[in-house]
Structure formats: C-alpha cells, structure tokens
C-alpha cells in the first residue's frame, strides 16, 4: 500500500511541479510531510543533501525519500530491497510525466514557436515559476536552517548573507563557499 501511495504522491509532483526542483519544493513537502513519511527536520536535511549531490533537486530527493519512506512507515519494510524499489518507483513517478510532457509539447511548440498565443503562454509562466521559487525559499525558512535560539538564527543570518556577498559580488566559488559555510557551521553550532 505504501508504495501505491508514494507512486501517487510522485505522480502529482511530476505532473504538476514545473519550474525546476525548486519550485517543485512546496509541492514535495505537501506531499511527503504531510503524510509523515519524513519529519520537517528530515526535509530540511533531504533538500540540503539534493542540493549538493549531482543531478536535479527534484529527482535527488524523490530518490532519498523513496528509501527511506517504505522504513520509517513500517518495520515491515525495513529491507534495504524495499528502499530501493521506493526509490525506483518515486523516481520514476517524478520523471515519466515531465518526460511524456516535455516529449509531446517540444513538437507543439516549435511548430507553433511564432504563435502569439505561445509567446504569451510563456509570458504568463515566467512570473509564476519566479513566485514558485520564492515559495521554496520562504519554506526553507524555519527553525530546522536558521535555528532555535536567538544567538543561531543571528548567526545563520549572517552567514547566509556574507554567503550571497561572496558568491554574487566577491565571485567566490560556490563549493568554497559550502565548505566555508559547513566549517563555519560546526564552530558556531
């Protein structure tokens, strides 16, 4: 039954999560915290490690919570074999449709490229996928990244915005940044 109900919750995710993985990120916590396969704590750990493992936000954290939902919602499952058949399906679930989806409208839309109807189509998508990733961001808002206390939340604000100093106008590499930041993090907290 779990996995009927994690192909149904990945299927949502892969029909109607367009933007990219970070626009999809509201959307995937609706739908794997609500039901309690993952706490908030566990989603704020799954999105950091989706983040800094190769491949796509979305795909990364379908994978993971593929494995670990079939476990932590019975000890029934707790066979490494039906981790990886969650994270087969899940993974799956968020691809196939986005796959047949972008498969079938590639065709449409570079018939009709020139169509003013297309044009505003994407016109009216833009401002929407930009409002979906300042969901994700304001979500990923919470005492899990920031901090209980005032001293962390001060702390994690300060790193957060000398992060974005150093990667927007300083140029620093990114993955300098994460290894300062995870440095940083360790003294601190």
Not at 45 to 59: E, F, H, K, N, R
Not at 76 to 92: M, N, R
Not at 98 to 103: K, R, T, W, Y
Not at 163 to 176: A, D, G, Q, T
């Amino acid at each position: 039954m779990i996995y009927l109900r994690l192909i149904w919750a990945y299927l949502k995710i892969g029909l109607f999560g367009f933007g990219g993985g970070y626009a999809m990120l509201a959307l995937i916590e609706r739908e794997i915290v609500g039901p309690g396969w993952v706490t908030e704590q566990m989603f704020t750990d799954i999105v950091a490690i989706s983040q800094m493992t190769p491949g796509p936000i979305g795909i990364n954290s379908a994978t993971y919570i593929g494995y670990v939902a079939p476990g932590e919602y019975s000890t029934d499952f707790s066979s490494p074999i039906f981790g990886i058949l969650g994270s087969l399906v899940c993974t799956l679930m968020v691809v196939i449709p986005s796959f047949l989806l972008v498969a079938y409208t590639s065709h449409l839309i570079h018939r009709h490229k020139d169509s003013d109807v297309v044009k505003g189509i994407f016109a009216g998508l833009r401002p929407v996928v930009v409002g979906l990733i300042a969901s994700a961001a304001l979500l990923l808002m919470n005492s899990a990244n920031f901090g209980e206390t005032d001293y962390q939340i001060i702390w994690s604000i300060i790193l957060c915005m000398a992060s974005f100093v150093m990667v927007y106008w300083m140029k620093w590499h990114p993955i300098l940044i994460i290894c300062l930041a995870g440095a940083a993090g360790w003294l601190i907290y």
